[in-house]
């Protein structure tokens, strides 16, 4: 009877937990739906559709794949986000953080490479769902995050250098100074007509949203830029400018879905390659987590809901485990369409898939359009989505912060620029926890006392007395903060310090929180020291769960349960019978 009770409580556990871990927030948003929130939601859809129709091109290019592929990123990944994921405003698709770290993968394993990578990460954030880690996802540290940021805009703005000013160069070196020596050694070779084209399309993009927030700048910018350069060709006959058409190739229709032909090295097997490829679907999963995580975050603060976390992690993994098989790149939630879909009575997902319906039709109807967009404008609206992705303004108010914290983000994006995002975000974590760890471990203090114990704000003390007298022979240390690897060397060292043993030594712990591995080994060898020296050890207020770590790894035995106390009196009491007893 007992077993199949305690079966059916687990059978019943399981049931709450999956639906607790996966529930895609368009079953909760469709409840009440009517034809006036359909009207509100399919408005928002169509306007966010033209607003990501020049990012997704833009995206698609910069990222060393075509317009095609970075518009069928966002229909297919967006229609999926917006189905399955936890966000009732989220809105997916291709974003500015990809294009470094997916021009690397192309550069370095090919589109075969670029697939594979990207179905992993989709597996890995389906994984991090699962595993209800959305919530730990936010705990990256916002230096970390301004660094890479940063780092990508500053890596962007240097890949739009050849186009914006029309200089047609082939080969580009891939690392950021080489590239930058490359530009100045060949700047003779500015097209004028190319970056007059350019600097006219970002002055349109920057002064759009003064006249009209309603309008996109960067679509205003497209439409203006490849009018203004058809009657430059037609009636000027400039030639020089390159449009897309000339680059790319554009399909009339979404690509029949495929899988990755890949393309292994001599005594390469498909294994070698996953593992070689990891580092890198680790740091899409990685980026693709918390750029849609803190998208959703601040769109919840604008509409006033809760994302679910965990849910949005399987639906952005989802939708990056299908992508590939259309020919897409990575793809996460984009903050900007999101707060323009916000802006624009989007309340469900239902905005979300009329947006990627939108971008569909473009791609169905409007594909020879498309092929007459200039690419110094595409340039121009990507040198406007690094600017505002730097963030200059948040490093700048980041000098008034602790040093450490500044130190992070600069050491992030240096090697952001520098080496790569993966090496960047991988120390830049590393950073900040050891900074972390350190102030945890200066916040920790450690006294000594010898004589009376002021019992003002004692909150473990019992007896009403002016001054709680310490008998002789008995020393009392107190912890005040967690007893871990960085704070259990110093407390040996203090310990040390205070010279002859007494014949009783009183540990207060009323202020522990947790002890780590490392805490409790010094703690145990301070106990092994203080029996061999002939002082006895007594423990004060110890904590229920610490209480429980220490009873586990064999304090009862080695002290003694009674002297494992609740509250200083008691253990200064006990302490006073065993120093009577020496």
Same mark, same amino acid.
């Given at each position: 009877?007992?077993?199949?009770?305690?079966k059916?409580?687990?059978?019943?556990?399981?049931?709450?937990?999956?639906?607790?871990?996966?529930?895609?927030?368009?079953?909760s948003?469709?409840?009440?739906?009517?034809?006036?929130?359909?009207?509100?939601?399919?408005?928002?859809?169509?306007?966010?559709?033209?607003?990501?129709?020049?990012?997704?091109?833009?995206?698609?290019?910069?990222?060393?794949?075509?317009?095609?592929?970075?518009?069928?990123?966002?229909?297919v990944?967006?229609?999926?986000?917006?189905?399955?994921?936890?966000?009732?405003?989220?809105?997916?698709g291709?974003?500015?953080?990809?294009?470094?770290?997916?021009?690397?993968?192309?550069?370095?394993?090919g589109?075969?490479?670029?697939?594979?990578?990207?179905?992993?990460?989709?597996?890995? +954030? #389906?994984?991090?769902?699962?595993?209800?880690?959305?919530?730990?996802i936010?705990? *990256?540290? %916002?230096? !970390?995050?301004?660094?890479?940021?940063a780092?990508?805009?500053?890596?962007?703005?240097?890949?739009?250098?050849?186009?914006?000013?029309?200089?047609? /160069?082939?080969?580009?070196?891939?690392?950021?100074?080489?590239?930058?020596?490359? %530009?100045?050694?060949?700047?003779?070779?500015?097209?004028?007509?190319?970056?007059?084209?350019?600097?006219?399309?970002?002055? +349109?993009?920057?002064?759009?949203?003064? #006249?009209?927030?309603?309008?996109?700048?960067?679509?205003?910018?497209?439409?203006?830029?490849?009018?203004? %350069?058809?009657?430059?060709?037609?009636?000027?006959?400039?030639?020089?400018?390159?449009?897309?058409?000339?680059?790319?190739?554009?399909?009339?229709?979404?690509?029949?879905?495929?899988?990755?032909?890949? @393309?292994?090295?001599?005594?390469?097997?498909?294994?070698? $390659?996953?593992?070689?490829?990891?580092?890198?679907?680790?740091? #899409?999963?990685?980026?693709?987590?918390?750029?849609?995580?803190?998208?959703?975050?601040v769109?919840?603060?604008?509409?006033?809901?809760?994302?679910?976390?965990?849910?949005?992690?399987?639906?952005?993994?989802?939708?990056?485990?299908?992508?590939?098989?259309?020919?897409?790149?990575?793809?996460?939630?984009?903050?900007?369409?999101?707060?323009?879909?916000?802006?624009?009575?989007?309340?469900?997902?239902?905005?979300?898939?009329? =947006?990627?319906?939108?971008?569909?039709? &473009?791609?169905?109807?409007?594909?020879?359009?498309?092929?007459?967009?200039?690419?110094?404008?595409?340039?121009?609206?990507?040198?406007? &989505?690094?600017?505002?992705?730097?963030?200059?303004r948040?490093?700048?108010?980041?000098?008034?912060?602790?040093?450490?914290?500044?130190? !992070?983000?600069? *050491?992030?994006?240096?090697l952001?620029?520098?080496?790569?995002?993966?090496?960047?975000?991988?120390?830049?974590?590393?950073?900040?926890?050891?900074?972390? $760890?350190?102030? #945890?471990s200066?916040?920790?203090?450690?006294?000594?006392?010898?004589?009376?114990?002021?019992?003002?704000?004692?909150?473990?003390?019992?007896?009403?007395?002016?001054? /709680?007298?310490?008998?002789?022979?008995?020393?009392?240390?107190?912890?005040?903060?967690? %007893?871990?690897?960085?704070?259990?060397?110093k407390?040996?060292?203090?310990?040390?310090?205070?010279?002859?043993?007494?014949?009783?030594?009183?540990?207060?712990?009323?202020?522990?929180p947790?002890?780590?591995?490392?805490?409790? =080994?010094?703690?145990?060898?301070?106990? *092994?020291?203080?029996?061999?020296?002939?002082?006895?050890?007594?423990?004060?207020?110890?904590?229920?769960? *610490?209480?429980s770590?220490?009873?586990?790894?064999?304090?009862?035995?080695?002290?003694?349960?009674?002297?494992?106390?609740?509250?200083?009196?008691?253990?200064?009491?006990?302490?006073? &019978?065993?120093?009577? @007893?020496?």
């Amino acid at each position: 009877m007992q077993a199949f009770k305690m079966k059916m409580e687990k059978e019943k556990l399981q049931k709450i937990s999956w639906k607790e871990i996966y529930q895609p927030k368009i079953l909760s948003a469709m409840r009440g739906y009517n034809r006036q929130k359909l009207g509100t939601d399919a408005m928002a859809g169509v306007i966010v559709g033209i607003v990501a129709i020049p990012l997704a091109i833009a995206f698609g290019i910069s990222s060393g794949v075509g317009p095609t592929e970075g518009l069928v990123t966002a229909i297919v990944a967006g229609f999926l986000i917006s189905l399955l994921g936890g966000s009732r405003v989220q809105i997916g698709g291709p974003t500015g953080a990809f294009i470094v770290i997916v021009y690397g993968i192309i550069q370095q394993f090919g589109l075969s490479g670029l697939m594979v990578a990207t179905i992993m990460a989709g597996i890995l +954030l #389906i994984a991090m769902g699962l595993l209800r880690l959305g919530s730990v996802i936010r705990f *990256v540290p %916002y230096p !970390v995050i301004v660094g890479f940021t940063a780092g990508i805009a500053l890596t962007i703005l240097s890949t739009q250098v050849n186009d914006f000013f029309g200089l047609k /160069l082939m080969d580009m070196p891939a690392n950021f100074i080489d590239k930058w020596i490359y %530009y100045f050694q060949n700047m003779r070779q500015i097209d004028w007509w190319s970056a007059g084209i350019a600097l006219g399309s970002l002055l +349109l993009i920057i002064y759009t949203p003064k #006249i009209s927030t309603k309008i996109p700048g960067s679509l205003v910018a497209i439409v203006g830029a490849t009018f203004v %350069y058809w009657l430059l060709h037609k009636f000027a006959g400039v030639n020089s400018v390159s449009t897309i058409g000339d680059l790319y190739e554009l399909p009339h229709g979404l690509p029949a879905p495929h899988a990755p032909s890949l @393309e292994l090295e001599p005594g390469q097997t498909f294994f070698q $390659l996953v593992q070689e490829l990891f580092p890198s679907a680790f740091t #899409i999963a990685m980026l693709g987590a918390i750029e849609s995580l803190l998208s959703a975050m601040v769109a919840d603060g604008v509409i006033g809901d809760k994302h679910d976390s965990n849910s949005e992690l399987i639906g952005q993994g989802v939708a990056n485990l299908v992508v590939p098989f259309f020919g897409g790149i990575p793809a996460t939630g984009a903050i900007a369409r999101t707060m323009a879909n916000i802006n624009n009575g989007g309340r469900t997902p239902v905005a979300g898939l009329v =947006h990627a319906v939108v971008l569909l039709l &473009v791609l169905l109807l409007f594909g020879d359009l498309v092929g007459l967009i200039p690419m110094p404008c595409l340039a121009a609206v990507l040198v406007m &989505v690094a600017y505002n992705m730097s963030g200059w303004r948040t490093i700048v108010a980041m000098i008034k912060d602790p040093k450490s914290d500044f130190a !992070v983000m600069g *050491v992030t994006f240096v090697l952001t620029v520098v080496f790569d995002l993966t090496i960047a975000i991988e120390v830049g974590m590393l950073l900040a926890v050891v900074m972390f $760890l350190r102030r #945890i471990s200066e916040s920790t203090n450690i006294s000594v006392f010898r004589n009376e114990i002021d019992p003002s704000g004692e909150s473990d003390m019992t007896l009403h007395e002016e001054r /709680l007298a310490i008998p002789d022979g008995v020393e009392v240390y107190e912890i005040d903060g967690p %007893y871990f690897f960085g704070v259990a060397n110093k407390f040996d060292d203090m310990v040390k310090w205070v010279g002859k043993p007494a014949k009783v030594r009183v540990i207060r712990m009323r202020k522990v929180p947790f002890v780590d591995a490392t805490g409790m =080994h010094n703690l145990e060898l301070l106990c *092994v020291r203080s029996k061999k020296a002939g002082t006895a050890v007594v423990l004060s207020g110890v904590r229920e769960n *610490v209480r429980s770590s220490l009873m586990h790894h064999g304090f009862g035995e080695m002290l003694g349960e009674e002297n494992i106390c609740p509250n200083i009196n008691v253990a200064l009491q006990r302490a006073k &019978v065993i120093a009577e @007893e020496k």
